[in-house]
Nanobody, 127 residues
Framework: QVRLAESGGGSVQAGGSLRLSCVSSGGTASRYCLGWFRQAPGKEREGVAI???????QVADSVKGRFTISRDNAKSELYLQMNSLKPEDTAMYYC?????????????????????WGQGTQVTVSS
C-alpha cells in the first residue's frame, strides 16, 4: 500500500524559497506519474506540477519559471523547489501518485486521475 508524507512547508516572506519533499512509504514505481497540487481556502484543488515516468514535466502557468518538480526513483521521493514565492502561492500543498499498470506518459494535471494522496503541508507566503 502506497502512503505519502509531505514535508518542507512553512511560512516565508514574498520572494523567499521553500523545498517540499514527499516520501512514499510503500515505494513508488518509476512507471507512475507524480504530482504536486495545492488548495487555498475557498478554492478548488489545482495542479501545480507533474512529472511522468520519462521525467517529462508540466507546470502550471502561474508558477512557471519559479517552481521545479523532480523525483528520485531510488528513494521513492518527489520534490518541489519553489522560488520567488508570492502571497498567492499560499495554500496547502499535496503530493499525489497516479498509479498505472503501464508506464505513465501523461502530464495531465486533472486531480481525478491521481489515486493516492498525502495529507498535505501548509505553505504561507506573507507580503
Amino acid at each position: 500500500q502506497v502512503r505519502l508524507a509531505e514535508s518542507g512547508g512553512g511560512s516565508v516572506q514574498a520572494g523567499g524559497s521553500l523545498r517540499l519533499s514527499c516520501v512514499s512509504s510503500g515505494g513508488t514505481a518509476s512507471r507512475y506519474c507524480l504530482g504536486w497540487f495545492r488548495q487555498a481556502p475557498g478554492k478548488e484543488r489545482e495542479g501545480v506540477a507533474i512529472i511522468n515516468a520519462g521525467g517529462n514535466t508540466q507546470v502550471a502557468d502561474s508558477v512557471k519559471g519559479r517552481f521545479t518538480i523532480s523525483r528520485d526513483n531510488a528513494k521513492s521521493e518527489l520534490y518541489l523547489q519553489m522560488n520567488s514565492l508570492k502571497p498567492e502561492d499560499t495554500a496547502m500543498y499535496y503530493c499525489a501518485v497516479r498509479r498505472t499498470l503501464h508506464s505513465c506518459s501523461s502530464t495531465s494535471m486533472e486531480t481525478g486521475q491521481y489515486n493516492v494522496w498525502g495529507q498535505g503541508t501548509q505553505v504561507t507566503v506573507s507580503s
